[in-house]
T-cell receptor, first 112, second 107 residues
Framework: DSGVTQTPKHLITATGQRVTLRCSPRSGDLSVYWYQQSLDQGLQFLIHYYNGEERAKGNILERFSAQQFPDLHSELNLSSLELGDSALYFC???????????FGSGTRLTVV | ELKVEQNPLFLSMQEGKNYTIYCNYSTTSDRLYWYRQDPGKSLESLFVLLSNGAVKQEGRLMASLDTKARLSTLHITAAVHDLSATYFCAGNNDMRFGAGTRLTVKP
């Protein structure tokens, strides 16, 4: 257990639907990062939050949004889902960048 | 925006052989990370390289960083089957990743 908790582990939904992925960072980590990994692809950086504030945006679609709550957990909302959104979604947390980042086990989203 | 390029993307090795994976990045990055990912699994941190000339070793893996050349290397010594995985490098504040190197070690 890395200490970063992602729920749900698996999610199957239909096109056009909306889902919410949840991430609880390691205790004490203020930063949360979201990544998308499509089948046999690298990791695409989506967004970074630090202590509730958005710090950076990557290749995040307008249909996707995220937020970090006062208790530091984060949610990634994916709407108007398309088949191409099927992927593994990882979050990672960090206390200090010199120590690296810890990844959760991911949420596997399948859009049918 | 930082661009990270890894090569090779696919690597098939014989057990006992040595090889190096290269990670080039496009702009200044004050640190470089290496991760390992097994199929369908999460990413495991291998190394964090913080400065020019940094070298870190863990078992059969050794990573180095040359910030002037914007290059990091991951050297594999005497490969064993257990090292089969995908290896990613990442740099910059938001950890932009390379495409990954899929390593297969064959007996």
């Amino acid at each position: 257990d890395s200490g970063v908790t992602q729920t749900p582990k698996h999610l199957i939904t239909a096109t056009g639907q909306r889902v919410t992925l949840r991430c609880s960072p390691r205790s004490g980590d203020l930063s949360v990062y979201w990544y998308q990994q499509s089948l046999d692809q690298g990791l695409q950086f989506l967004i970074h939050y630090y202590n509730g504030e958005e710090r950076a945006k990557g290749n995040i679609l307008e249909r996707f949004s995220a937020q970090q709550f006062p208790d530091l957990h984060s949610e990634l909302n994916l709407s108007s889902l398309e088949l191409g959104d099927s992927a593994l979604y990882f979050c990672a947390s960090s206390a200090q960048r010199v120590l690296g980042y810890t990844f959760g086990s991911g949420t596997r989203l399948t859009v049918v | 925006e930082l661009k990270v390029e890894q090569n090779p993307l696919f690597l098939s090795m014989q057990e006992g052989k040595n090889y190096t994976i290269y990670c080039n990045y496009s702009t200044t990055s004050d640190r470089l990370y290496w991760y390992r990912q097994d199929p369908g699994k999460s990413l495991e941190s291998l190394f964090v390289l913080l400065s020019n000339g940094a070298v870190k070793q863990e078992g059969r893996l050794m990573a180095s960083l040359d910030t002037k050349a914007r290059l990091s290397t991951l050297h594999i010594t005497a490969a064993v089957h257990d090292l089969s995985a995908t290896y990613f490098c990442a740099g910059n504040n938001d950890m932009r990743f390379g495409a990954g190197t899929r390593l297969t070690v064959k007996p």
